[in-house]
């Protein structure tokens, strides 16, 4: 974003910004990869949820404060949205993980409409891959340790059909639950918010673009280019809270699944 500014600056119509200034920067710290916006960003994420929910429950009250209310309308949320909606009567003890992802995941797309930031670090694949691969570990260890591995990798590998039909089938299941499980739901994920940033640029950098042409046609363009990046913004905070509630949702299935006596 500095360096379309810096551009415009220069009062001649700019190239269009490249990958790397819209979705990589450099390091904030020293020259190396470790210390970057995303690292901060990353930190901020994680020390904001721990103080909300350390704070506002450290002393819980009957009549609670803002800040206890805040935590547990989440919590509630996520408890009766999923844990036992979804996951059933065994859900209430995975409420504390998908609380946390559910406010992390927000977090960390709110980011993409903040002035400062003004990008997720959910639009890079690395972020949403992680946390499907926590998601799809538990997935697997709370279906092994409530079936037994034989019990669990049967049900989801053998379908009820013909014995001369498994050769084309238990493929097909393996690969519907064991490899593209994760993979979509990580794509997911990095699509929206990646798709949501880039709507956002050229919405926003096209309105400087069209200011910078200096005719009238395109200032009367301009504002409404800016008007859409405006509205953009309030879209991008909606799908930033969906897109979490989604990736909840799904993992709270996949534990459903998990716990599921037959396939």
């Known amino acids: 974003m500095s360096v379309s500014m810096v551009v415009l600056a220069k009062a001649e119509i700019p190239w269009p910004p490249t990958v790397d200034e819209g979705f990589f920067f450099d390091p904030v710290v020293g020259t190396g990869p470790w210390v970057t916006k995303f690292t901060i960003m990353l930190w901020i994420a994680i020390a904001a949820l721990i103080v909300l929910f350390a704070v506002a429950l450290r002393k819980p009250k009957i009549v609670p404060t803002k800040g206890q209310w805040i935590a547990e309308s989440v919590m509630d949320f996520v408890r009766n949205g999923i844990g036992r909606e ?88 393996f690969f519907q639950n064991f490899i593209v499980r994760p993979v979509t739901l990580s794509v997911r994920l990095f699509a929206n918010m990646f798709a949501g940033h880039l709507i956002l640029l050229v919405f926003t950098l096209g309105g400087f673009v069209l200011i910078n042409a200096g005719t009238a046609f395109t200032y009367g363009v301009s504002v409404f280019s800016f008007a859409m990046a405006i509205a953009m913004t309030l879209f991008e905070f909606f799908v930033a809270m969906l897109q979490a509630y989604i990736f909840v949702l799904l993992t709270g299935t996949w534990l459903q699944g998990a716990l599921a006596d037959e396939h």
Do not use: R
Request: hydrophobic letters at 55%.
């Open 86 to 173: 979804i996951i059933g009567p065994k859900g209430d003890k995975f409420v504390p993980y998908l609380t946390v992802l559910f406010c992390f995941i927000a977090f960390m797309n709110v980011f993409g409409i903040i002035p400062l930031a003004q990008i997720s670090p959910m639009t890079h694949i690395a972020f949403p891959v992680v946390l499907a691969i926590i998601s799809y570990v538990m997935y697997i260890f709370v279906g092994i340790q409530n079936s037994g591995p034989g019990k669990f990798f049967k049900n989801h590998l053998i379908l009820p059909a013909p014995w001369y039909l498994q050769p084309l089938l238990i493929p097909i299941e």
